[in-house]
């Protein structure tokens, strides 16, 4: 009934159930990189994230395609 399972764990062998410092150190890492990440992700596309959950006027959203038209040039 196991035998594929027998078959997968005598290939590779048996799994070590520890984590050594360099591993920890590097889930850190890992872990602060995401969030300084997607906090760099959310500062860049904050007005596009804003826009999703304001309700702007017509003569608002005039108003900002101009002032965006303005910083591009």
Known sequence: MFHGYHLFSTVLG?????????????????????????GFAIKTYWKNIKKLFVKTSPDEESDEDEDTEEETN
Do not use: C, E, H, R
């Open 14 to 38: 048996k799994p070590a159930l520890y984590l050594d410092p360099g591993s920890g150190s590097f889930i850190l890492q890992v872990i602060i990189a995401a969030l300084l990440g997607g």
